[in-house]
């Protein structure tokens, strides 16, 4: 395996701004192959939690058609998620021993004037898991700009820790509302994560953050990997990756939750 080049001064930036952004991750091919798999589940209608007619609100949909653990039944999307590159960029970061996958996620945003806003929210709040410290690898499969529905971050946000959960798709809920109702006054400058498709951002799950409408007249195309670094334990609620056999106070185990990286040493 051909290591990722990210050295001391990228775990450092991680750390302290709460993300790291690398262009050109994967290929162009690869990213073609990527791109055909999740068409592919597009043209399938793949439900959102496999084996479950749970749907979303319309509202929901405008933000995203988000399909969740395709790496079970997409030997391709699989390729991608189980990753040891991503996984091993990943473990770096959050400086531990190994990472676990959470689950994986298409997040494709619909074009045109529907097109809703991610609203600004953390991620943590949503996971079943007793401390912070799980992140996500994004991959971008299209181009993304703010036109089409690129991500924003706020550097040095996921320092105020796990808030409420914010509901997506709801008219003005955001994490910014919440944090400014705690009387905190914080900078709000985002980071605009444009890339060329097969960048790849990594995020911390109490980042804050969103993405734009897609205003275009194409999906955005875009796989989340979600990682459980070694120190984390199951906080007993609903695990989306589909394990039923996790114990509450316990480490996160089992095949819906492989390891993807460990350390060689
Ligand atoms: O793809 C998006 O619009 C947002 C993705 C996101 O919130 C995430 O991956 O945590």
């Known amino acids: 395996m051909i290591l990722p080049q990210i050295g001391e001064e990228d775990v450092h930036f991680f750390q302290e701004n709460g993300y790291l952004q690398i262009h050109h991750f994967f290929s162009?091919?690869?990213?073609?192959?990527?791109?055909?798999?999740?068409?592919?589940?597009?043209?399938?209608?793949?439900?959102?939690?496999?084996?479950?007619?749970?749907?979303v609100s319309d509202?929901?949909?405008?933000?995203?058609?988000?399909?969740?653990?395709?790496?079970?039944?997409?030997?391709?999307v699989r390729k991608y998620t189980f990753d040891p590159r991503l996984a091993e960029v990943v473990r770096r970061v959050s400086r531990c021993r190994h990472v676990r996958l959470y689950h994986d996620h298409a997040l494709i945003k619909p074009p045109g004037q529907h097109s809703k806003e991610t609203n600004w929210h953390q991620d943590a709040p949503y996971w079943p898991m007793q401390q912070v410290g799980a992140l996500s690898a994004w991959i971008a499969v299209d181009d993304v700009t703010v036109e089409n529905g690129c991500?924003?971050?706020?550097?040095?946000?996921?320092?105020?820790?796990?808030?409420?959960?914010?509901?997506l798709g709801t008219e003005g809920a955001s994490v910014l509302k919440t944090i400014a109702e705690t009387g905190v006054t914080m900078e709000i400058e985002p980071a605009v994560m444009a890339m060329e498709a097969g960048g790849v951002t990594f995020h911390h799950g109490c980042l804050f953050h969103h993405a734009t409408p897609n205003r275009t007249d194409r999906p955005r195309r875009a796989l989340a990997i979600i990682y459980i670094p070694d120190y984390i334990t199951y906080d007993?609620?609903?695990?989306?990756?589909?394990?039923?056999?996790?114990?509450?106070?316990?480490?996160f185990t089992g095949p819906q939750h492989p390891i993807l990286a460990e350390d060689s040493v």
Request: glycine letters at 10%.
């Open 236 to 251: 007993g609620r609903w695990d989306a990756g589909g394990a039923k056999d996790l114990e509450a106070g316990k480490p």
């Open 59 to 76: 509202d929901y949909a405008r933000v995203f058609n988000q399909m969740v653990n395709l790496w079970e039944d997409y030997p391709v």
């Open 151 to 167: 991500m924003q971050f706020i550097p040095g946000s996921h320092t105020y820790g796990r808030l409420a959960p914010v509901p």
């Open 28 to 55: 162009p091919d690869e990213v073609a192959e990527l791109g055909a798999a999740l068409d592919q589940t597009v043209a399938d209608k793949r439900s959102r939690i496999r084996g479950s007619d749970s749907t």
